[in-house]
């Protein structure tokens, strides 16, 4: 029983970590643009924008970049139900250290 018990324990923390694992990979994805996309960004702009513009639409991306990298109570609530019956609260604890981190 005890050996089950190890092994279970093991299966679970291997799913939480894949979860974990896929949900950074969606997260860093999603914030990433491409070559492509920046480079078409700097080619409409290049003769329409001036520097201040250009500098204005900078800090605008930055500041979304910033937001929409913070997971939303709801994404936070879904992860918390999914894993409740397979994450122990450390386990829970770690990852919300992790998300504080970030």
Not at 60 to 79: C, G, H
């Amino acid at each position: 029983a005890n050996t089950a018990s190890v092994q279970e324990t093991a299966i679970r923390v291997q799913d939480f970590q894949k979860l974990q694992a896929a949900v950074a990979l969606k997260a860093n994805a999603e914030m990433t643009a491409t070559k492509a996309e920046l480079s078409a960004v700097a080619g409409a702009l290049a003769s329409k924008a001036s520097s201040e513009e250009l500098e204005r639409l900078r800090v605008a991306m930055s500041r979304k970049a910033e937001t929409s990298s913070v997971p939303k109570k709801a994404d936070l609530s879904a992860i918390t139900a999914s894993l409740a019956g397979k994450a122990g609260v450390s386990e829970l604890q770690c990852l919300s250290v992790e998300v504080a981190r970030k």
